[in-house]
């Protein structure tokens, strides 16, 4: 079964603090897997998209890794802000064998910074 | 700017009655999605549209309708018979296959009253 789990379920931090996430997945036959950063009551926004033959993509202060052997991710966010407050949602896609990418979506980490 | 517009941004509903959340896209997408997010779940397919006039019933469909009459536009309708229809709801679009990811729109709150 196609499944992706992050943890922590939630964190907080403060102000300034770095910050890494987790998203675990199994999804077969792998594509590739994006971060998402949802702010409260807002859709989704694009962080970082990584393939199978990438192991690093970084957008600003949010650095993703990818271990496509452990079918592992992470998001890693430094020198934290207020506005890095949000959910930030990890997404595994599936390449077809013929019509749509399947798209899988973890649950979520919720992230607090604090002042 | 292309975009992805869902209106209303919040929505009431009575028992019983059926409402219609309406997504607009002027990205020239062949694809639209519609999502249903709760708290501490992934999101959840609804309904999906590859073409104009097709449209296919995702993961949780029951209780719900679509229809695809412009390539821009794809409203969904929730309707009596969905128990549980409290959520936050997202409107996506994609190229037709979406190798390239979606495009989300800002959601539409809805709440049973």
């Known amino acids: 079964k196609n499944q992706v789990e992050q943890s922590p379920q939630s964190l907080i931090i403060l102000e300034g603090k770095n910050c890494t996430l987790q998203?675990?997945?199994?999804?077969?036959?792998?594509?590739?897997l994006r971060w998402y950063k949802q702010d409260t009551g807002r859709g989704p926004v694009s962080l970082t998209i990584?393939?199978?033959?990438?192991n690093t993509k970084s957008n600003g202060r949010y650095t993703a890794t990818l271990d496509a052997d452990t079918k592992q991710s992470s998001l890693h966010i430094t020198a934290s802000q207020l506005s890095d407050s949000a959910s930030y949602i990890c997404?595994?896609?599936?390449?077809?064998?013929?019509?749509?990418?399947?798209?899988?979506f973890g649950t979520g980490t919720r992230l607090k910074v604090l002042a | 700017d292309g975009g992805i517009t869902q209106s209303p941004k919040y929505l009431f509903r009575k028992e019983g009655q059926n409402v219609t959340l309406s997504c607009e896209q002027n990205?020239?997408?062949?694809?639209m999605y519609w999502y249903r997010q709760d708290p501490g779940q992934g999101l959840r397919l609804i309904y999906y549209?590859?073409?104009?006039?097709?449209?296919q019933k995702g993961d949780i469909a029951e209780g719900y309708s679509v229809s695809r009459e412009k390539k821009e536009s794809f409203p969904l309708t929730v309707t009596s018979a969905q128990k549980n229809p409290t959520a936050f709801y997202l409107c996506?679009?994609?190229?037709?296959?979406?190798?390239?990811?979606?495009?989300f729109g800002s959601g539409t709150r809805l709440t049973v009253v």
């Open positions: 549209s590859q073409i104009v006039n097709d449209f």
């Open positions: 990584m393939t199978f033959s990438e």
């Open positions: 998203c675990n997945y199994t999804v077969s036959p792998f594509s590739n």
């Open positions: 996506a679009s994609s190229t037709q296959r979406g190798a390239r990811g979606y495009t």
């Open positions: 997404v595994v896609s599936a390449t077809p064998v013929s019509g749509t990418y399947k798209y899988i």
């Open positions: 990205l020239n997408h062949d694809a």
